[in-house]
């Protein structure tokens, strides 16, 4: 029983650090672009320039 006079506060001050760490979160934007980054490494235009035939040969076939 003695042991419940510490952790019930312990526990509920837990609760308190872990609900304003994820309203921090939230307000400073950790959440806002979840799929940007990823689909960003998948449209890199670098390589899609190097493809391009640069005298038109390969287009008059």
Do not use: T
Not at 40 to 46: A, G, M, N, P
């Amino acid at each position: 029983m003695e042991s419940l006079y510490l952790l019930i506060p312990l526990s509920v001050l837990l609760v308190f650090l872990i609900g304003a760490l994820f309203w921090w979160c939230m307000r400073s934007g950790q959440f806002d672009d979840l799929e940007g980054p990823a689909h960003r490494i998948l449209q890199d235009d670098d390589s899609a320039d190097a493809a391009l035939p640069q005298n038109g040969s390969e287009l008059k076939k």
